[in-house]
């Protein structure tokens, strides 16, 4: 271990005199990087995470095999382009104003600017392409809606020569779109027009194995009816198509020749689209595998059990493996020190929030604090009659089939309750109770706990300056809940109008405001 720690700081004591040579031939060797983004996957769907389900993930598990991965990791929003935004600046999504698919608030350079910067060569595949200088961004228009496998290794091997003849260091952040809804082989996956479309091109890849009903468990969150259990089929056929995307990747890597000096970190950016998951902060939402490989330099199949990681560090560790400084603005932390098997000081807890549905104003925010062993839940916009709206699963088969068996299964329409209406505050005790149905935070016992938690989500709004702070002070004050949810509403016309100027200016694309290309 203390070899491997030495080889850091060796870099980084090398760099600045590296540097003062860079103005000529002799540069810098920087790492490549290579962030892979899975969509919508469930923490638990890979196998090495324990995945009930067998032969989810071949390739990804060879990739934690090499590689080091944490068992809690999360994001701090369960939301596809806010989350990619926290991992590429570093910051939280009301720093970066990025509630929704738009940044509209630079709070400084982040991971791609500094790169590119130092002399990388920028290139992203089917998401984040609004925000920074790519030298290339491929859309998915271009890469089949991240459905065409072949797709993914031939664009990487293109990028990494390209790079390559240009003689830089490279950071690509590819993108699959698997396990997203639409999933695999499922009606609304057929029926989409330009899933039909890649689909008659040849496109649409197959998985390389598709599962039946009988073969999957439906996770402990959610009932298991049939037409849930057919939709956990289709999700990890969608799943296992995902990890042959990933498995192209790494092979067009590795014919690159370049696997050695190649930092691979494979993520997902949120939890399943299903109640109880995706689009709130319960665990199954915000909570993720991560997993990062660089042969020689972090430690091959380690697996840190204990210490707590958020994908708000992404940006500042893979700044400091670079051998770059990271700068004050980002609020995330390296855990560059857990990668080399230290111990992780003050802090126990991660935080995650959420606000709204994709280009809506009505707003439904919520934050949480998960520890390994509790996850609290504060949810202001709570009052009794307010019914929650998640658009990503609102015509599931799932939800359907919840509504329906909730009209004579009490146990389902309890759940189906909860879920629309739910209550201002949330705790679960996570070692007993893993898959949130027992909401303990009014039990006597739990007092002290909810404090405690009420005042770390406090103290981190008022570093962080989140809008919320003043009524976190007084959780319960329905003035100030009032105030609040006001606030975040205005803001969200405010930001929609933002976004559309932006278009017009054409400084975003016209499709990042179009639900049905974001295949909502
Ligand atoms: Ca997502």
Request: aromatic content about 10%; overall charge neutral; charged content about 25%.
């Amino acid at each position: 271990m203390k070899k491997r720690r030495a080889v850091f700081i060796t870099a980084l004591l090398l760099t600045p005199i590296a540097a003062l040579h860079a103005a000529d031939t002799l540069k810098p060797a920087r790492p490549n990087i290579l962030l892979i983004t899975a969509d919508d996957m469930h923490w638990d769907s890979v196998g090495a995470y324990g995945c009930p389900v067998a032969a989810t993930t071949p390739n990804i598990d060879r990739l934690a095999a090499e590689g080091f991965r944490f068992h809690y990791a999360f994001v701090p929003i369960s939301l596809c382009t806010p989350s990619r935004q926290v991992m590429l600046s570093g910051n939280h999504s009301h720093q970066t104003q990025t509630r929704e698919f738009t940044e509209l608030e630079r709070v400084g350079p982040a991971l791609p600017d500094l790169l590119k910067q130092n002399g990388y060569y920028l290139a992203n595949l089917n998401k984040q392409q609004d925000y920074y200088e790519w030298d290339i961004a491929i859309t998915e228009a271009q890469s089949g809606f991240g459905r065409d496998v072949p797709f993914f290794k031939k664009a990487v091997g293109e990028i990494i020569a390209t790079a390559k003849r240009q003689n830089q260091p490279w950071f690509i952040m590819a993108n699959s779109n698997d396990p997203h809804r639409p999933f695999y082989n499922s009606a609304a996956e057929l029926d989409n027009p330009q899933i039909k479309e890649f689909r008659k091109q040849g496109r649409l890849s197959r998985a390389s194995r598709e599962y039946r009903p009988d073969e999957v468990v439906v996770p402990g969150f959610l009932p298991d009816l049939p037409e849930v259990r057919g939709e956990f089929a289709e999700y990890y056929s969608s799943v296992r198509r995902c990890d042959d995307s990933v498995g192209g990747i790494i092979a067009a890597l590795a014919e690159s020749g370049q696997t050695t000096n190649t930092i691979v970190v494979f993520v997902s950016d949120n939890g399943i689209s299903m109640p109880f998951a995706k689009l709130n902060c319960y665990q199954a939402s915000v909570r993720v595998p991560l997993i990062v490989r660089w042969p020689g330099q972090i430690a091959a199949g380690k697996r840190d059990p204990f210490n707590l990681v958020s994908t708000l560090d992404l940006a500042p560790t893979l700044l400091e493996l670079a051998g770059l400084p990271v700068p004050a603005y980002m609020a995330g932390r390296s855990f560059v020190p857990l990668l080399n098997g230290e111990a992780e000081t003050n802090r126990d807890f991660v935080v995650g929030y959420y606000y709204n549905n994709l280009r809506q104003t009505k707003m439904y925010p919520e934050f949480t604090i998960q520890t390994r062993d509790w996850t609290y839940i504060y949810n202001p916009w709570v009052d009794g009659k307010t019914e929650v709206h998640n658009s990503d699963y609102t015509c599931s088969p799932t939800l359907l089939a919840m509504w329906k068996a909730a009209e004579t299964v009490p146990s389902v329409r309890a759940r189906v309750d909860f879920h629309k209406h739910r209550v201002i505050e949330e705790l679960y005790d996570v070692r007993q109770d893993p898959y949130a149905y027992m909401n303990v935070a009014t039990a006597q016992e739990n007092v002290e706990r909810v404090k405690a938690m009420r005042l770390q989500l406090l103290a981190w709004m008022q570093e962080a300056k989140h809008p919320a702070a003043k009524l976190m002070a007084d959780p319960f004050n329905k003035e100030l809940i009032a105030e609040y949810l006001a606030w975040e509403k205005a803001n969200a016309v405010k930001q929609i109008e933002e976004v559309e100027r932006l278009a017009k200016e054409h400084r975003v694309r016209p499709d990042a405001l179009s639900k049905k290309a974001l295949g909502k």
